[in-house]
């Protein structure tokens, strides 16, 4: 059975940093990305990567201050956060898909971790 669970949540002042992880088990993936929820709002598209081609595409607003990566000997994907604001306090959710093309549209994607609150204090 496919399963993504996220860790590396939690608080921190703005301008610091975070570094989210998700680890896949269960069957291969085509491409792996982070979505993430504020409250009262629409989840959101973060970033994205290819497993086999590592092609990558960010959300505007977090551009030049996330990376999205992965490891294919652990089967992780990982999300490192930079310059980090209030802004971005969510809960952010691993996603993945079994196919290869990148998209940044939350139905396109199957599989979902149960999520990771991420807190930026002011």
């Known amino acids: 059975q496919a399963q993504l669970v996220e860790s590396g949540g939690g608080v921190v002042q703005a301008g610091g940093s975070l570094r989210l992880s998700c680890a896949a088990s269960?069957?291969?993936?085509?491409?792996m990305g982070w979505f993430r929820q504020a409250p009262g709002k629409e989840r959101e598209f973060v970033a994205a990567?290819?497993?086999?081609?590592?092609?990558?595409d960010y959300a505007e607003p977090v551009k030049g201050r996330f990376t999205i990566s992965r490891d294919i000997a652990k089967n992780t994907v990982s999300l490192q956060m930079n310059s980090l604001s209030p802004g971005d306090t969510a809960v952010y959710y691993c996603?993945?898909?079994?196919?290869?093309?990148?998209?940044?549209?939350?139905?396109?994607?199957?599989?979902w971790g149960q999520g990771t609150q991420v807190t930026i204090s002011s």
């Open positions: 990567i290819g497993w086999t081609r590592g092609s990558i």
């Open positions: 996603a993945a898909r079994p196919s290869v093309t990148l998209t940044t549209n939350r139905y396109d994607y199957n599989y």
């Open positions: 269960g069957r291969a993936f085509g491409i």
